[in-house]
């Protein structure tokens, strides 16, 4: 080839590099979509559509309005969203769902549901939250969390049915959609109305009276959509509307229904319960035979049931994202449980601090230090009273009044009984048997669960049977570990009952009582991890 020709062949077929630099110099789809929204008068015009013309007036809200038949399952809502608001890369505030047929003779139908914060009449996260982070404005409606408020206990996560406030690691608080209330503030439609290509979301005005109305009326929905939680919880204000399926979508259903997994253990709140639990249970026995016992019974246990309160309570601040601003804790106290609790077991330990050295410095004076004994005791079943509440007020069937209040009050009494035999002495060794079988039956109702969960179709309604299938499967391991502890416990306080040890009595009841620490702390949880509920479409992604 001429060398001559080689410049003219170079410059007629330009290299890769060339090619790259060339399509670069470009406007994208994301910059053509700038421009557009910039300098053309009729995406204002569009945006504006979607707006309310005016502010709500006096007994009125904003609340998103969805229409399921244009919402494409897209996901731009989700994308700005995360953008605008500067999320962290697992954090969505609004989140896309699906609902689908399941049955072979149904219609082959798949309905995308996208969700995000309610904006709630009576909002859970607000009325749960134990340092008064959330607040509903007065003027708009909307739900809003104050971060600077929050320390990042989680149990807003726990009280929204809809699972709408998100955890941040990194910043060690909960954040949540304020239907980006700073847009709306100056006329600006909010990310997700913007974002969607279709059209799918609007903001409304509603008028709170009708929704209430609306909502606990025997002729209304009991959900938002199929499978999601009961709206009488919270009384949301999202509207979804659809005609091109609304005669099928009641019969659909959606993924977190028909697929379960295991949640989160938290594992510092397993401490802090049965540790406490442990605590109170040996107080209690100490106020029983309070007026009957001779004081030198009494040296050891007392120290010993208020050092495990005292270590159950400090494992708590380890669930805590910001633990240094725990001392928050009992701002919430007239709607928070958690509060309660905090204030509860507050007062129980200074009690028990209180009665441990009083029976150190008047060790004789038996009448005072058993009404003092007796005030302790019920101070702590208050406190536990009130741990047991904080997962009943979420409305999760498997964490109903009489499964935990049953769960939690056989699990006091059992531990209590056990570590009184291990730190105090004269006691009937009867009362180790009767210790563990209390321990035993308060899992009794996950063992139905887990027989109920056998069956390859089960009901989503069956709560039970669902949690039942993840105690099969994720949490197998755990569970016959469990069991397995259970056994040993019971044989070795049988034994124990039957036989005359001699000097390994002591050793053998701390050994009885650590494995009993160690199951329910499996048990615990489990009851966390294995619990399965109503949860919205899409609340899994």
């Known amino acids: 080839m001429s060398t001559q020709l080689q410049p003219l062949i170079a410059q007629a077929q330009p290299t890769l590099l060339e090619l790259l630099l060339q399509e670069q110099g470009g406007l994208s789809a994301v910059d053509s979509f700038a421009d557009w929204h910039e300098f053309n008068s009729i995406a204002a015009a569009t945006y504006q559509a979607l707006m309310p013309a005016t502010a709500p007036k006096s007994g009125q809200q904003y609340a998103f309005e969805v229409d399921l038949d244009a919402c494409s399952g897209c996901k731009a809502c989700v994308v700005a969203c995360h953008t605008l608001n500067g999320l962290e890369e697992n954090e ?6 699906a609902l689908s047929s399941q049955s072979i003779a149904a219609l082959p139908i798949v309905q995308h549901v996208t969700t ?3 904006h709630c009449v009576d909002p859970a996260c607000l009325n749960g939250c134990p340092v008064k982070a959330y607040e509903k404005d007065p ?7 104050l971060d600077d408020q929050c320390f990042g206990c989680k149990y807003c996560t726990m009280m929204c049915p809809y699972e709408v406030p998100q955890y941040s690691s990194t910043l060690g608080i909960v954040r ?3 239907m980006c209330s700073q847009r709306l503030g100056i006329g600006e439609a909010p990310a997700c109305v913007q974002a969607c290509p279709n059209q799918a979301i609007r903001i409304a005005i509603v008028d709170v009276a009708t929704v209430i109305a609306n909502t606990t009326s025997t002729k209304a929905a009991a959900s938002l959509v199929s499978t ?3 709206s009488r919880i919270t009384i949301p204000t999202t509207t979804y509307v659809s005609t091109q399926y609304s005669q099928v979508t009641a019969q659909l259903l959606s993924i977190e229904s028909i697929e379960d997994k295991a ?6 709140l397993v401490a802090m319960i049965v540790l406490t639990q442990a605590s109170v249970g040996i107080w209690l026995v100490l106020a029983v035979t309070g007026f009957v016992t001779v004081f030198s019974t009494y040296v050891f246990a007392a120290p010993f049931a208020t050092a495990l309160g005292v270590v159950g309570v400090h494992a708590a601040l380890l669930h805590l994202g ?6 928050r804790a009992f701002l919430g106290w007239r709607t928070s449980w958690l509060s309660r609790e905090a204030i509860a077991f507050g007062l129980f330990m200074s009690a028990a601090m209180t009665a441990t050295g009083l029976r150190l410095v008047l060790p004789q004076q038996l009448v005072l230090n058993g009404l003092v004994t007796a005030f302790v005791a019920a101070t702590g079943i208050v406190a536990v009273t009130c741990t047991g509440m904080i997962y009943i007020a979420t409305r999760r069937e498997l964490w109903g009044h009489l499964r935990t209040g049953v769960d939690f009050g056989l699990s006091m009494i059992g531990l209590g009984l056990i570590g009184a035999i291990a730190s105090m002495e004269g006691l009937p060794k009867g009362l180790l048997v009767i210790g563990v079988l209390c321990s035993i039956l308060a899992a009794t109702a996950k063992l139905l669960d887990y027989k109920r969960g056998k069956p390859l179709k089960i009901l989503w309604e069956d709560f039970s049977a669902r949690s039942g299938r993840v105690l099969r499967t994720e949490l197998a391991g755990p569970w016959r570990v469990l069991w397995m502890l259970q056994g040993i416990a019971l044989i070795a306080s049988v034994s124990l009952l039957m036989s005359d040890f001699g000097n390994a009595t002591p050793h053998l009841t701390y050994t009885i009582l650590a494995i009993s620490l160690l199951a329910q702390a499996i048990h615990r949880w489990l009851y966390f991890a294995s619990i399965a509920y109503q949860r919205m479409p899409g609340a899994s992604t």
């Open 176 to 178: 949540k959609c304020d």
């Open 228 to 230: 999601a939680p009961p």
């Open 322 to 327: 910001r633990p240094w601003l725990a001392f």
């Open 263 to 268: 949640h989160e253990g938290h594992l510092p």
């Open 116 to 118: 995000a914060c309610h």
């Open 139 to 145: 003027l708009t409606g909307i739900v809003r969390h």
């Open 92 to 97: 969505t505030w609004r989140k896309v769902g």
